[in-house]
């Protein structure tokens, strides 16, 4: 597990579509992730290939890390990696004193909402999408969002 450089960053974005199954995300990956919340953006890489991903950054609203992105690359799923990059990120949030991680996904991202809630992530929500609890709007207008909320131990008590 290695911090994400912007060579990385640049592979990532070169070869979004090997990490995602749409062009839905690609703007959402601002090299900001990199060089002002670089300290939690992690890659893991095999023969220097960027295999999975994971840009967070610590809230400023409450003490809760916020997990932007997590992907891996096709062909190297269902190997715990994605499990991996959240447990190396809980373990930066801890020593920064959070008490908590979260994250969102859209309802429709089924590979996603199986991830989270099989790492022990619970669902808030006002409403149910595609049978899921979700925050309607929270995106923007007509946007909704499945927001996943877990409480870590910060190891302060
Ligand atoms: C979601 C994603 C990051 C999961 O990565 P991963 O490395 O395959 O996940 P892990 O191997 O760590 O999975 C841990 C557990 O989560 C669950 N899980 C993960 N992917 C799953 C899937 N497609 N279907 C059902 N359960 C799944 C399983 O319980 C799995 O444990 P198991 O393999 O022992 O059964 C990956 O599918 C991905 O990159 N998807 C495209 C990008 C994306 O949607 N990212 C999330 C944005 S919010």
């Known amino acids: 597990m290695d911090l994400c450089?912007?060579?990385d960053f640049d592979q990532i974005i070169t070869?979004?579509?090997e990490f995602w199954d749409d062009d839905r995300t690609f703007p959402l990956h601002h090299s900001m992730f990199i060089f002002e919340f670089g300290d939690s953006?992690?890659?893991?890489?095999?023969g220097g290939k960027v295999i999975a991903y994971l840009l967070g950054f610590l809230s400023q609203v409450e003490r809760v890390g916020y997990v932007h992105m997590v992907a891996v690359r096709e062909g190297f799923r269902r190997r715990g990696l994605a499990n991996d990059l959240y447990e190396h990120?809980?373990?930066?949030?801890?020593?920064?004193g959070c008490t908590g991680i979260k994250a969102t996904a859209?309802?429709?991202?089924?590979k996603s909402i199986r991830f989270h809630t099989a790492i022990g992530m619970t669902m808030d929500g006002d409403c149910t999408v595609n049978g899921v609890p979700a925050v309607r709007g929270y995106a923007r207008p007509g946007?909704?969002?499945?927001v996943f909320r877990?409480?870590?131990d910060c190891g302060d008590g």
Do not use: G
């Not at 953006?41 to 095999?46: D, P, Q, T």
């Not at 990120?89 to 920064?96: A, G, K, L, Y």
């Not at 859209?106 to 089924?110: L, V």
């Open 5 to 7: 450089t912007k060579a």
């Open 15 to 17: 070869e979004h579509s």
């Open 89 to 96: 990120f809980i373990d930066h949030c801890r020593q920064q």
């Open 106 to 110: 859209a309802p429709d991202n089924e």
């Open 41 to 46: 953006a992690f890659v893991v890489r095999e």
């Open 150 to 152: 877990m409480a870590i």
């Open 143 to 146: 946007v909704d969002r499945v």
